[in-house]
């Protein structure tokens, strides 16, 4: 059985991405990790961030962004679709760029991909996510945050990145252009395996917060739309009351050890209040609606959504 691991990446560095600590997360697994690297700008150092690993498994492919041929975020799983395609492994195993994974499930996802390796009904693995907020302290369980998504699919041709890159459909005499085509597309059947994917997204200093979701507007609605909307925005991200997300109470991956230790902007944070600002952008999971479900599912449902959406058919294996 080989395990291929694989990510495509543009500017981390420059915009807090912990790329480093991605990659590394799964290494001991992976027989291989291939990196598509964007053109990153001349500031940035996401190449040497990688290259600082020092793995012989790691193998970069340099690719060049073209938000004009692939719009609204599908450069995003272009992209994802060009690393993918470049694995040589049975499992393939994606994470993006602040998707992490603790050392204690890597025996676990190891021993279900051989568990179920000559299962072919078998198309992708879903796991669990933690999404962090704010801080490496806080996480977020509201409605509108995706509790499982797929991360390990199989080398098949026909399975690719899907919309924004956040999942996969298998896309028969696929154009390898129309990534948000829902026709002739088909959800991949999945198993279930017992590990969380740390997601820290939404962890960055306030400044690179809002450089990032600039940067990820940019790539949803072009340079010029993105630059009138945030030109009118205040230069910091405002995560607003911290109280509105869970604490976390477990341990993070060791890889993430270096940047716990740099977590430098805690006076930035709104620890005290639970008034929101009333000039910040409201997030899903502050509006009413989304409060008023959040209470339903996790004190009545037992953590079960109410009409959320899911990607996949989870088989029973």
């Known amino acids: 059985m080989k395990i291929s691991g694989f990510t495509m990446v543009k500017n981390a560095t420059k915009l807090y991405y ?28 996401t190449r040497a961030e990688i290259l600082s690993l020092n793995s012989d498994k790691v193998r970069i492919i340099d690719t ?7 719009p609204n975020g599908t450069e995003n799983a272009h992209q994802t679709d060009l690393a993918k395609e470049a694995c040589t492994g049975d499992w393939l ?15 676990i996802i190891k021993a279900r991909c051989k568990e179920l390796l000559q299962d072919a009904e078998v198309e992708g693995l ?3 996510y933690l999404h962090f907020w704010g801080d490496y302290d806080h ?16 080398n098949r041709p026909e399975i690719h990145s899907w919309e924004s890159a956040q999942s996969f459909r298998r896309i028969p005499d696929f154009d390898y252009v129309n990534y948000r085509q829902q026709v002739g597309t088909h959800k991949l059947k999945v198993a279930t395996v017992d590990a969380y994917v740390y997601h820290y997204g939404w962890v960055r200093p306030p400044d690179f917060m809002q450089r990032k979701s600039k940067s990820l507007d940019t790539i949803h609605m072009g340079v010029e739309k993105a630059s009138e909307v945030y030109d009118k925005k ?16 477990g341990t993070h991956p060791k890889v993430m050890d270096r940047k716990l230790a740099a977590f430098d902007w805690a006076d930035q944070l709104n620890y005290s209040s639970k008034e ?23 004190h009545l449902l037992g953590g079960r959504r109410i009409g959320s959406f899911k990607n996949y058919d989870l088989l029973k294996k």
């Open 234 to 249: 205040v230069k910091n991200y405002d995560y607003g009351p911290m109280s509105r997300a869970k604490k976390f109470t």
């Open 64 to 70: 060049v962004w073209d938000l004009k041929k692939y």
């Open 93 to 107: 195993f994606y994470l993006q760029a602040d998707e992490v994974i603790h050392e204690k499930y890597l025996p």
């Open 126 to 128: 879903l796991f669990k």
């Open 276 to 298: 929101l600002n009333p000039d910040r952008d409201k997030r899903k999971h502050d509006k009413l609606k989304y409060r008023i479900l959040s209470f339903i599912e996790e």
């Open 139 to 154: 996480h977020h369980t509201a409605h509108g945050w995706y509790q499982n998504e797929i991360r390990i699919v199989r």
């Open 18 to 45: 912990p790329i480093r600590e991605a990659i590394a997360s799964i290494l001991p697994i992976v027989d291989e990790f291939v990196v598509a690297l964007g053109d990153c700008d001349e500031d940035d150092n």
